[in-house]
Each structure stands twice: as structure tokens, then as C-alpha cells.
């Protein structure tokens, strides 16, 4: 049973720029959701995909963006880059509310 | 005012100490997950609980739904506990506390 891997784990982007975040959910899981953590803070929710559809979403802009495939798997897309936006990206997947998270190692996004 | 609130954020122990975090939150919850997370980013989940207490080695968590507030336990602290540690609720999502920075010092 494979975990929760993310990709890549370290990036660094120009401000304006567009990134690509990319997650595997552990195997059987249908949920994945992703959180972006600032440095010294808890992680904040940015959205939740059930069975490639988008059901749930924090308070993010919409230069934020998703989508999960067929096999659960997930992207997070951020356009438009801004200073702000340099965090700890997580990802987490899960399969039904009894049980619980698996959690990625992170991607360290550094925007200059 | 967070949905959820976590104290100490900060808290340096001895070796051999018993530590106790603490967690409060506002909202009706499905679950509670007390998680660690290492320098360097990753996140371990320690517990998810609904009701009573739950112990796996050193590690007690107990939650208390009617006054919506949790603990978390280490008992003979050692260095290698020193880590981030945090409470997420679960409604329909995950919603996390800002962490307790744990030091354990020899």
C-alpha cells in the first residue's frame, strides 16, 4: 500500500509566473485536498475533490486551481504568482469520513 | 477568533518529562486528528478520534465532545518527540490549528 507522494518537493518560481503541484493519493482513497501552509502557521484548506469533482473550497482566489483524474490522483495549479504564495503546499487524501488523512511530504514553493 | 485554538504554541521540556498540549475548537466536528509534522514539512497523523481516549505507545489523546476541547499526552518526553504538533477538526473538511512547537531537550 504506497502512501501520499508529491511533487515536486522543492520549486522556485518568478512572481507572474504559473506552477503546477502534483499529488498521488494513496491507493484507494477517492478524496484528495490540499492546504498551503505559511511558515510558522497551521495549514489552511484550499479545496477538496471527491471522485474528480471540486466539493469544497477555503478562501482562495480563483488563480487558484484543481482537478483530479480517474485514478484519484491531483493537480494544484496557481497562476499569476504572487510573493504570498511562497509556502509549504500539502496534500492529503482519504476515502471516507470514518477514517482518516494520509498526508504528503509537501511541496516548498519559493516565489522571487 | 480561530475555529480552533491550540496551546502552548510553544513549549520546551526536559527528557523524561509529561507534556500535555492542548486543543479547543467552535464547531460541531465528525472527528479530531492530533498530527506531527518534522522539519522539512511532512505530516504524520498520530490519532483520529470521536469520543474517549486513544493510546498508541507514549502517546495519550483524549477529547471531550460536549466541551469541545482535546489533549494530547507524551509521557517520558525524549528529544526525538521534539516536533510541530497539531489538532485538525473534521466537519467538511480539515480545518487546523496554528501548532504547538514542541522542544525536548537531554
Known amino acids: 500500500e504506497t502512501g501520499v507522494t508529491q511533487s515536486p518537493t522543492h520549486l522556485i518560481k518568478t512572481r507572474g509566473q504559473q506552477v503546477t503541484l502534483r499529488c498521488s493519493s494513496q491507493?484507494?482513497?477517492?478524496?484528495v485536498s490540499w492546504y498551503q501552509q505559511a511558515l510558522g502557521q497551521g495549514p489552511q484548506f484550499i479545496f477538496q475533490?471527491?471522485?474528480?469533482?471540486?466539493?469544497g473550497r477555503g478562501n482562495f482566489p480563483p488563480r487558484f486551481s484543481g482537478l483530479q483524474f480517474p485514478n484519484y490522483s491531483s493537480e494544484l495549479n496557481v497562476n499569476a504568482l504572487e510573493l504570498d504564495d511562497s509556502a509549504l503546499y500539502l496534500c492529503?487524501?482519504?476515502?471516507?469520513?470514518?477514517?482518516?488523512?494520509?498526508f504528503g511530504s509537501g511541496t516548498r514553493l519559493t516565489v522571487v | 477568533k480561530n475555529e480552533v485554538e491550540q496551546s502552548p504554541q510553544n513549549l520546551t521540556a526536559q527528557e523524561g518529562e509529561f507534556i500535555t498540549i492542548n486543543c479547543s475548537y467552535s464547531v460541531g466536528i465528525s472527528a479530531l486528528h492530533w498530527l506531527q509534522q518534522h522539519p522539512g514539512g511532512g505530516i504524520v497523523s498520530l490519532f483520529m478520534?470521536?469520543?474517549g481516549k486513544k493510546k498508541h505507545g507514549r502517546l495519550i489523546a483524549t477529547i471531550n465532545i460536549q466541551e469541545k476541547h482535546s489533549s494530547l499526552h507524551i509521557t517520558a518526553s525524549h528529544p526525538r518527540d521534539s516536533a510541530v504538533y497539531i489538532c485538525a477538526v473534521r466537519s467538511s473538511r480539515l480545518t487546523f490549528g496554528e501548532g504547538t512547537q514542541l522542544t525536548v531537550n537531554p
Open positions: 475533490y471527491y471522485r474528480e469533482e471540486e466539493n
Open positions: 492529503a487524501s482519504s476515502s471516507d469520513s470514518r477514517y482518516g488523512y494520509t
Open positions: 478520534l470521536s469520543s
Open positions: 491507493s484507494g482513497h477517492n478524496t
